[in-house]
C-alpha cells in the first residue's frame, strides 16, 4: 500500500514522506502545510445499557470474533500490480483538468455498466441494550421572530444551590423575628392584666392566668383592653418597622431583611391573630365574642384583613436588599422571591409550629390552632411579590447592589436562631411568673 501511496502522489506532482511521518508534506508549489495534530483519546461515558453490551460481547466472545474475521478480506498487491498502477496514472498526470475529469467520469460509467457498485462502509447496527436505554436528545424549540421586534436576551441559567445560603439566612431571621413579636405580644397582654390585679405566667406555648377563667376579677371591659393590647402593640410596632425604619434609615443588607421580618411578623399578629381569632375564638377571637360578632361578620372581616394583608404586603419586595450575585432579582425574580421569603416562611413556621407542641393540656383548649393558623395567613404576605415584577429590591444610593451573604454571616444568625429557640423552648418550659403592682400615693407629709 506504501508503494500505491508514493505512485499515486509521483503521479500528481507531490513528494510524500515515507519513514518521517510527523514532517510537513511539501507540494508542488512549494507551499508548506503542517498535518493536523493527533486529537486527544477521551474515555467515552458509559451508561448502564452499554455496560449490559459490553458484558454481553465478553461473554459470546463477539469481539473476538470480529476481529479475526476481518483479517480474512484483507488482499495483499504483487508487484506486477504495482507496476500497472503506475502505467495507468503515468498519462494520468500530462492530461489538463477537463481531461481527467472526462477520465474519471468514464470509469464510474464503465463500473455502473458491468454491475459492480462501490462499496459502501456497513452501517454500525445498534444493540438492543442501546435501544432500549439510549437517551433522547433535548429538543429545544425554536425562537420565532416577529419583524420589527428586539428579541430578549437569554438570561443565564444558574444553579439552585445558589440560594443556600439567602434561604438559610433569612430563615434564621424569620424565626428570631417571630419570637421577639411573640415576645412582646404576651408581654404587653401580661403587663394590661396586671392593671386589673391580674398576675400571669408565661410558657412557650401561651400566657396562664392562675386566678383561672371564672373569676370575679374578669369583666367584659378588661377582658377586651387585655386581648386586645398584643395585637394593638403588634400594629404600632408595624408602623414603626415600616414608616420609619425602613424609609427613613438605610442600615445595611442584614438589617433590612431582619426589619423586613420583624415588619411582616408584627402585621401577622394583628390582621392574621384577628383571622385565625375568629376561627378558633381564642387571643384576638375574645374581642370577637365579647363584642358578639356573627358569624357573616366574622367571614367578612376575616376576607377583608386579607385582602388588607397582600394590599400592604404587594410592594414589599422594594425592602429588601438586591443583591450582586447570580441569585439576584435581575436574574431570576421568582427565586430571589423564594429565597427571601416563601421558602423562609415555610421552613420557619414548620419549625415554630412543633415548638410549641407539648404534652401538658393548656389552659386554653385552641391556643395551638390560634398559633398555626396566625402563622399560616402571612402566606398572603410573602406570595404577593411573586406577581409585582415593578417594584425592585433596594440599592445602595440607587446604584451599588449589596454583597453577597458571607458563610460567616450565615453562621452568626443561625447561632442566634438556634440560642433563643433553645432559650424559648428550655427556660419557659417551667414557666415565668410576671406580677406587677404598682402603688402611688400622693398627699401632704406630716411630721
Avoid at 483479517?71 to 498526470?93: C, D, M, T
Avoid at 386566678?211 to 377582658?223: A, D, E, L, M
Avoid at 420583624?262 to 383571622?275: E, K, Q, T, W, Y
Wanted: hydrophobic share 45%; glycine share 6%; proline share 6%.
Amino acid at each position: 500500500m506504501k508503494e500505491i501511496k508514493a505512485a499515486q502522489a509521483e503521479a500528481l506532482g507531490t513528494v510524500m514522506p515515507v519513514h518521517d511521518p510527523g514532517a510537513p508534506t511539501i507540494i508542488g508549489s512549494n507551499q508548506m502545510q503542517q498535518r493536523p495534530p493527533i486529537p486527544l483519546h477521551r474515555k467515552r461515558y458509559r451508561g448502564f445499557g452499554g455496560k449490559l453490551n459490553k458484558l454481553f460481547h465478553l461473554l459470546t466472545f463477539r469481539t473476538f470474533r470480529k476481529k479475526h474475521s476481518s483479517s480474512k478480506e484483507i488482499k495483499y498487491l504483487s508487484r506486477e500490480e504495482v507496476k500497472q498502477a503506475k502505467e495507468n496514472l503515468g498519462p494520468f498526470r500530462s492530461r489538463s483538468s477537463d481531461e481527467r475529469e472526462d477520465q474519471v467520469q468514464a470509469i464510474h460509467l464503465n463500473q455502473q455498466k458491468s454491475g459492480k457498485k462501490p462499496k459502501h462502509r456497513r452501517k454500525h447496527r445498534r444493540s438492543i441494550f442501546r435501544r432500549l436505554f439510549r437517551r433522547k436528545p433535548k429538543e429545544e424549540p425554536t425562537p420565532v421572530i416577529i419583524p420589527g421586534e428586539i428579541p430578549e436576551e437569554e438570561k443565564p441559567k444558574t444553579s439552585v444551590w445558589i440560594y443556600l445560603r439567602p434561604i438559610l439566612n433569612s430563615t434564621a431571621m424569620f424565626m428570631i423575628a417571630y419570637q421577639l413579636c411573640w415576645f412582646l405580644y404576651q408581654l404587653t397582654v401580661m403587663i394590661l392584666a396586671s392593671f386589673s390585679h391580674i398576675d400571669s405566667v408565661l410558657y412557650y406555648y401561651e400566657v396562664m392566668f392562675p386566678v383561672g377563667n371564672y373569676s370575679p376579677k374578669w369583666t367584659q371591659s378588661n377582658i377586651i383592653f387585655i386581648t386586645l393590647s398584643g395585637p394593638l402593640v403588634s400594629l404600632i410596632m408595624w408602623a414603626i418597622y415600616r414608616y420609619v425604619m425602613l424609609r427613613r434609615f438605610h442600615p445595611g443588607q442584614q438589617m433590612r431583611i431582619f426589619l423586613v421580618w420583624l415588619c411582616l411578623n408584627s402585621m401577622m399578629l394583628f390582621f392574621g391573630a384577628f383571622v385565625g381569632g375568629a376561627i378558633t375564638r381564642q387571643g384576638f377571637g375574645y374581642v370577637v365574642d365579647w363584642l358578639y360578632m356573627n358569624v357573616a361578620i366574622r367571614i367578612l372581616f376575616s376576607l377583608i384583613f386579607l385582602m388588607i394583608i397582600i394590599w400592604l404586603s404587594w410592594k414589599i419586595a422594594r425592602f429588601l436588599p438586591e443583591s450582586s450575585g447570580a441569585d439576584s432579582w435581575k436574574t431570576n425574580r421568582y427565586g430571589f422571591i423564594l429565597s427571601r421569603l416563601v421558602i423562609p416562611w415555610f421552613i420557619g413556621s414548620g419549625i415554630m409550629v412543633l415548638l410549641k407542641l407539648t404534652d401538658v393540656i393548656p389552659q386554653h383548649e385552641n391556643i395551638f390552632n390560634y398559633d398555626a393558623l396566625t402563622l399560616a395567613t402571612l402566606l398572603f404576605a410573602v406570595v404577593p411579590p411573586l406577581f409585582n415584577n415593578k417594584d425592585r429590591p433596594h440599592l445602595i444610593q440607587n446604584r451599588k447592589t449589596y454583597p453577597r451573604v458571607h458563610r460567616t454571616t450565615v453562621a452568626f444568625w443561625i447561632m442566634i436562631a438556634v440560642m433563643l429557640v433553645t432559650l424559648v423552648r428550655i427556660g419557659l418550659s417551667t414557666g415565668l411568673h410576671f406580677e406587677l403592682s404598682i402603688s402611688f400615693n400622693l398627699g401632704w407629709y406630716l411630721s
